[in-house]
């Protein structure tokens, strides 16, 4: 079906395809956010296989249908040839800068080029989001503007003993968490090489 969308401020083409996926309001229950976050890194795999980066995982770019996960909204998505300058996101321009922020893997926030690792760093923190409804360093995001102040915020606040507002999610929430930050004793010590496969791993731990 072939319509038109409202975007920031113009109103562009759009193809609406089914199935139309549910984003999550509330929290899911923990085998669902589990195979969510299953499917969508598969998306990510598939997607990196045709040379394409999504750059801009968000909870509202991510969606379910039937029980299994989506991802769509791939106004943001780019193909690479593998040259890095094609996948930049300018920091010192936030207006130029690709995909949200509060989502955006710490590299990107940093100037580097966008990856399939740092979108999967998206999407841990869009799982983290949807069923916390917020993340540690959410408001410092929102104050401050500046992209390589917040990936500095993101480094200190992510290498912090982590807390969870939902029990019943935390294990699973804990072990995304040290694929990217597998020693917060230095605020360096990001992982930015996840692959798929790991990320998918512990998804599968908690999908049943």
């Known amino acids: 079906m072939k319509g038109r969308v409202q975007f920031l401020p113009d109103q562009l083409p759009a193809v609406i395809l089914q199935p139309l996926c549910m984003v999550f309001g509330s929290p899911p229950s923990l085998a669902e956010l589990s195979q969510l976050g299953y499917d969508v890194a598969g998306a990510i795999q598939e997607l990196y296989k045709a040379k394409i980066y999504h750059r801009d995982i968000s909870r509202n770019n991510i969606g379910v249908f039937k029980g299994r996960g989506y991802l769509f909204e791939f106004s943001a998505a780019k ?16 207006s130029k800068f690709t995909g949200t922020p509060l989502y955006a893997g710490v590299c990107v926030l940093e100037g580097k080029p966008h990856s399939k690792s740092s979108d999967l760093e998206a999407l841990y923190y869009s799982l983290r989001h949807i069923c916390e409804d917020s993340l540690p360093d959410e408001v410092t995001f929102r104050r401050n503007p500046h992209n390589h102040e917040r990936a500095m915020v993101r480094r200190g606040w992510m290498t912090m003993e982590q807390t969870y507002r939902s029990k019943e999610h935390e294990p699973f929430l804990m072990q995304l968490h040290e694929l990217f930050w597998p020693d917060r004793r230095y605020w360096h010590s990001i992982n930015q090489e996840v692959s798929v496969e790991a990320f998918q791993a512990v998804c599968k731990k908690f999908m049943h």
């Open 79 to 94: 193909y690479f040839n593998d040259e890095p300058d094609q996948r930049q996101s300018d920091t010192a321009h936030p």
